[in-house]
């Protein structure tokens, strides 16, 4: 083993600052809330749904049901198991609730959100939520929804709901999220 | 095996300046190093006093952060060498060096400073080189980059890669910050900020502009941004999620994930957001494509055969093939420049590693032991592969070499850095 050397180079930042090779222009900070976002970018998809979730033919009271804690229709949430995309079946009332919903309300519409645990690839998690999402949309269109009224997309491993990093985190995060147009 | 070298290095900056930037600051130690280290010496500049910033400190940090070179002390040598004529070989051998490095530092009229350098072969007592500069004190760090690139080249027959630059996500809070620093840590610069994830940016191949991932909209969405003028657009904004932007060799193609037509596959687009054709189809998951050098073909991520392994398809004939057999987990394939291999992600025992796959013997080796290793990003000479530690949630920059014998750790305090990219070799 060899002697540890360290060599400590100080520099001061202001020697620094404003003297890069090469200039890199910073872009325009975004800083978006959800629902600035919503407005922006998804823009051709969502556009159309907050006026159809007011105009359209849900009534109040069906509206409410989407956030009432008794009904189904509130729980959101679709878990999975580890490297797996099948729906379990204490999932499927609540997947057949709101396609149910979906087909009594054809101008509502959801995103699915597809989540995975924090293990492995960024970019590979993001196909593994996607495919979690698609899973998911497909049973509600079996069941009556329509394709035009989910969009699935993925969160992958970006934003677990549990930081954590053991099993009790990791099966809170391979989640799918259903989120209506609007809220 | 790879010994424990104590040799270590640490840059550290004095961050006055109350910036974010100068807080994402990457500091470097060397926990690794070649068996077979150049034994150089860097004697100070003539005149380099004259500067609060000298050169030839940062061209022996280069050299030795590679691992492939070992500074030769070169106190007491009086007179102290500034040109290739005043080296004394006798000098340098008695103290084991194979190579010398002088140079001189004068100030011009003008302001700007004239830097001159020789390397000498101690050996065969011939200069290998000898170049001139006149530059701004704003240039000193860029000229001992170009200088310790010309060094490392002529000693290893290598490009260097200290003048590139390497782009990377850092994590503070909720904060995300898309940074293009240095090669070496310095000069880190803010290209984009955002409260949602930001991640996979890639150089375009000029290193003029960077594609990558943000979820500013509640989804993945791909842009394109231009790091002279900061100009950004987002090219892949389909319904569902986009991800997973590479450029081709020419620059004139981007190759993404799409979920627009149902599961995750790989299209081709122009590089403005047009032309967008589907390239792959399976009904599986197809994603993380990468070109080969050569433009010809796409290595890429699929879970068609069960579980993800890597796969090569040829863009005229269509024809897939698949890389990787060892083990149930093998992503995020990069390919080596000379087109011989790919660097990628190797999951063994739940510990994800990363390895090499030379085509030819299809030989895989592991270069780390993990156990979080992931986003291998590949410098253009081949021969180090920087990539994210994140075991334990927090990330952490480390290198190895293609090797696997010198492995270096850039450490950002208390910050999370991820996804780094290691920029193209810049324009001559």
């Given amino acids: 083993m060899r002697k540890l050397h360290l060599f400590l180079i100080a520099l001061i930042a202001t020697a620094l600052v404003g003297c890069s090779t090469t200039p890199t222009t910073e872009a325009p900070v975004v800083d978006k809330t959800a629902t600035g976002a919503a407005a922006g970018a998804s823009g051709a998809e969502t556009a159309g749904t907050g006026a159809g979730g007011v105009s359209g033919s849900a009534t109040s009271a069906e509206m409410a049901a989407l956030h009432d804690p008794n009904s189904i229709l509130s729980k959101r949430s679709v878990y999975f198991d580890f490297d797996s995309f099948v729906v379990k079946d204490e999932y499927k009332p609540l997947v057949e609730a709101h396609a149910r919903f979906l087909q009594q309300h054809p101008d509502m519409k959801m995103t699915i959100q597809g989540n995975t645990d924090e293990r492995g690839s960024h970019e590979y998690n993001i196909a593994l939520g996607q495919k979690r999402a698609d899973a998911v949309k497909r049973m509600m269109v079996l069941l009556g929804a329509r394709d035009s009224q989910i969009e699935t997309v993925s969160f992958g491993k970006e934003k677990p709901k549990n930081p954590g990093h053991d099993e009790a985190a990791w099966a809170e995060n391979r989640r799918d999220d259903i989120v209506y147009a609007g809220e | ?428």
């Avoid at chain 2, 004529?85 to 490095?101: F, S």
């Avoid at chain 2, 957001?273 to 796409?298: C, K």
């Fill in chain 2, 1 to 428: 095996m790879i010994r424990t070298l104590g040799r270590w290095l640490a840059v550290a900056l004095l961050a006055l300046a109350p910036l974010s930037a100068a807080r994402a600051q990457l500091t470097i130690e060397i926990v690794g190093g070649a068996a077979t280290a150049i034994p150089i010496a860097i004697v100070p500049f003539d005149a380099e006093a004259t500067w609060p910033l000298g050169i030839s400190d940062i061209v022996g940090a280069d050299l030795s952060r590679s691992g492939l070179f070992r500074l030769v002390n070169t106190d007491g040598v009086v007179p102290r060498p500034a040109q290739a004529q005043d080296v004394q070989p006798a000098v340098w051998r008695a103290r084991n060096a194979d190579a010398v490095v002088v140079g001189s530092m004068r100030p011009l009229p003008d302001g700007r400073v004239d830097v001159r350098f020789a390397l000498v072969d101690v050996v065969k007592q011939t200069t290998l080189a000898s170049m001139a500069f006149t530059v701004t004190q704003a240039q000193f760090r860029a000229t001992a980059h170009k200088i310790a690139d010309v060094i490392y080249e002529k000693l290893t027959g290598d490009p260097g890669v200290f003048s590139t630059r390497i782009a990377y996500v850092a994590k503070q809070g909720r904060r995300y910050q898309l940074m293009v620093a240095d090669a070496d840590g310095y000069n880190p610069q803010t290209i984009v900020s955002s409260n949602e994830p930001l991640l996979s940016p890639r150089w375009s191949p000029d290193g003029t502009q960077l594609a990558y991932v943000s979820f500013e909209s509640k989804k993945p969405v791909v842009y394109v941004q231009s790091l002279t003028t900061g100009q950004r657009r987002a090219v892949a904004n389909f319904r569902g999620s986009n991800s997973s932007p590479a450029w081709s060799p020419d620059g004139r193609k981007l190759v993404v994930t799409l979920s627009k037509d149902g599961g995750s596959q790989v299209f081709l687009m122009n590089p403005d957001g047009t032309g967008v054709t589907r390239v792959l189809t399976s009904q599986s998951i197809d994603t993380e494509a990468m070109f080969t050098p050569d433009g010809q073909s796409l290595v890429f991520t699929s879970d068609r055969g069960g579980t993800p392994q890597i796969y090569r398809a040829n863009l005229l004939t269509r024809q897939v093939q698949r890389l990787t057999f060892d083990g149930s987990y093998n992503v995020s394939p990069r390919p080596l420049p000379n087109g011989k291999g790919i660097v990628f992600v190797h999951r063994e025992s739940g510990r994800y590693e990363i390895a090499s796959l030379d085509f030819a013997t299809g030989q895989m080796q592991v270069l780390t032991s993990g156990p979080g290793d992931e986003s291998p990003s590949i410098a253009p000479n081949g021969k180090m592969i920087i990539y994210a530690d994140e075991a334990g949630g927090r990330g952490t920059l480390a290198a190895v070499s293609s090797d696997g014998r010198v492995k270096q750790r850039l450490v950002a305090p208390s910050i999370d850095v991820r996804e780094p990219a290691w920029g193209p070799l810049p324009r001559q």
